[in-house]
């Protein structure tokens, strides 16, 4: 979805911060925040934020929504977004992949495997599993949200294609969409695009240069960037943007069939074997330059690859997918993305890579980023991939584990500094401190072998968002629930990190701390003025809160007050909602240790 949202104020930056928070600070929150309000019909789920331009006088905001109970990350185009097995209660498995057989649930036959045969073939009335919608003026209000398509509305039903704007600026908008069917059949499961910021239908494509045949290729667009490239000596500046294109099929061809088309398998683990075949082509990191006329238009003037090869060339006899993409890229013209790797854990595994040009501005062999530490087994490690890269060549990215740390396979983000080399894991086995956490021990970081922590973007300044275990769960994971999430904001210059729920309630003159009712779940976007989007839920009472019941999905844009560092911000444990929650976690951590005492006797 493409979101127009004007701003009341200039923007402002972050500031750096000390390591402490402020017992007696600024009345004002660190951010303010406003919910962004989207209508989108036959969405069940969201709306999730994904991308947001840089201030001129306005910002564009870019989310989607969508009607199955799948993974906000899903991607078909990036297997490490599915092709791991699944370690919770086997029952939440069949869940997560068949959809409740419940009818009047919102999961009711609308998981994974729903999702998957949609995107093959569809008789007659299919609908939109991911929605794009556009929002104009005053984004807090659903009368101003249309849906956003890179075809003619006049021609198509845009509500029967799928839709994911993934970047934007005050100039394009880029994405990715599904074709439209046409009795029961469609032209391409996948095509990245560009389109002007306010142009209706002019649509460019951007395609796959060399297969194309009855299923009509497939590609993805995740990032624009104006780069300077080195060619003959002379600085050349193109717009580029990068993704993901077909280069061929896998040696069995029944990948694309097997990918978009599930069998009612009564296995779960079945399930899982046909999944590592998605998207159904090899695919590799790609670029398109875009050339922008005197008059507005744009065209695409070349296609060319980021690399030359995958990580692991695998043997003929493996049969299985190769897999590579490009999902940033610096003004340097280095790019960041991810590989099939050939490692000894699962051949379906993939990596971060590093791509780099050379001085002619062309691409060969991409470079493994090795997110390991000192002593670990690396084919312990699952997945590696790489999200960002900043102009200074600060990249941020996430690994997990196939291995379990204290009955958990965890995820966990990763710094590296691709001038040195040096990474970092800042959140190696450890847990964000709440303020009320930190005042009492004096450190923003608890031990917690096993943790999760996953980052979703960084902006140049090297500020980072994601997510991360909320305060209170430590539970193990494996055969049981998933832990819930916090959003994060983390410094990278400093090391400081802060839970956003923290930094987010108001002082007034009385002292009277005040802590809105809403749950950050995951912060997904920031950009260079430290403007953050995040999604979460919220809720109509403070007992709504504390017991978690009637959430509301939402989505908020928080801005940065002039003025105000993190360490600044209201500690929000003083309020009287937390307060309320503290008495409440307290009880019941008294009842459940007296039972186990109970328990130990009878023993």
Request: glycine fraction near 6%.
């Amino acid at each position: 979805m493409k979101f127009k949202v004007t701003l009341a104020c200039a923007s402002f930056a972050l500031f750096i911060v000390n390591s402490s928070w402020a017992d007696e600070g600024d009345a004002v929150a660190y951010y303010s925040f406003e919910e962004i309000i989207v209508t989108a019909a036959g969405a069940n789920y969201g709306p999730y934020p994904s991308a947001i331009s840089e201030d001129d006088g306005e910002y564009y905001i870019a989310t989607y929504s969508m009607k199955a109970a799948l993974s906000a990350d899903i991607d078909i185009g990036l297997p490490f977004t599915f092709n791991r097995p699944c370690q919770y209660d086997y029952d939440l498995c069949e869940l997560e992949f068949y959809g409740s057989e419940t009818e009047g649930q919102l999961s009711y036959k609308n998981a994974y495997q729903a999702w998957r045969n949609a995107q093959s073939g569809a008789a007659s009335g299919y609908k939109s599993y991911m929605f794009a919608n556009t929002i104009s003026g005053d984004s807090s209000s659903s009368d101003n949200s249309e849906v956003l398509s890179p075809f003619d509305s006049a021609s198509v039903d845009v509500t029967s294609v799928d839709v994911k704007s993934t970047d934007i600026t005050a100039d394009f908008v880029v994405g990715y969409s599904s074709a439209p069917y046409d009795n029961g059949v469609r032209d391409f499961a996948r095509r990245g695009f560009i389109q002007p910021i306010n142009g209706g239908d002019a649509t460019t494509w951007l395609l796959p240069d060399t297969f194309e045949d009855d299923n009509g290729g497939f590609s993805s667009a995740y990032k624009i960037k104006q780069v300077t490239y080195q060619i003959d000596g002379v600085d050349s500046i193109k717009t580029i943007v990068v993704g993901n294109a077909s280069r061929s099929y896998p040696d069995d061809e029944d990948y694309f069939d097997d990918c978009y088309s599930s069998t009612e398998y009564d296995d779960y683990y079945a399930m899982m074997n046909e999944l590592v075949r998605c998207p159904g082509f090899n695919t590799q990191a790609w670029a398109w330059e875009i050339t922008k006329g005197s008059d507005g238009s744009f065209s695409v003037s070349e296609d060319f690859a980021l690399a030359t090869s995958w990580l692991g060339e695998l043997d003929d006899d493996d049969d299985l997918l190769l897999s590579a993409s490009a999902l940033d890229i610096n003004a340097l013209g280095i790019a960041v993305g991810v590989s099939t790797s050939d490692h000894d854990n699962d051949n379906d595994s993939q990596r971060a890579i590093i791509m780099k040009p050379d001085l002619d501005g062309a691409y060969t062999i991409p470079t493994e980023i090795t997110a390991a530490t000192d002593g670990e087994d690396e084919d312990n490690i699952y997945n590696t991939w790489a999200l960002t890269i900043s102009d200074a060549g600060i990249i941020t990215g996430n690994r997990e584990f196939s291995a379990s740390k204290e009955s958990n396979e965890a995820t966990e983000f990763f710094v590296y500094n691709n001038e040195n080399g040096d990474i970092q894991f800042p959140l190696y086995n450890k847990k964000v401190a709440t303020t009320w956490q930190y005042i009492s021990n004096g450190s923003q970081y608890v031990t917690k072998e096993g943790a999760n922590s996953r980052v979703h973007d960084a902006n140049e300044d090297n500020w980072m968002v994601g997510e991360v275990d909320d305060y209170d769960q430590t539970d193990p994971v494996s055969g049981g629930s998933p832990r819930s999430q916090s959003a994060f904001l983390y410094d990278y210059n400093t090391g400081d990190i802060w839970f956003i729920n923290d930094l987010i309630c108001t002082k007034d003159d009385n002292g009277e701390v005040s802590s809105p009712l809403i749950r950050l779940r995951s912060a997904r976007v920031i950009n260079d003025d430290g403007v953050v989007l995040a999604e979460g839920f919220k809720y109509p009472t403070q007992y709504d809160y504390i017991e978690k019941l009637n959430a509301t999905a939402v989505s908020y844009k928080l801005t940065p007050n002039e003025g105000v560092t993190p360490a600044e911000s209201p500690n929000c444990w003083d309020s009287p909602l937390l307060v309320a929650l503290q008495a409440v976690q307290e009880e019941s951590y008294e009842r459940q240790g007296a039972a186990s005492l109970w328990l130990w006797l009878f023993a």
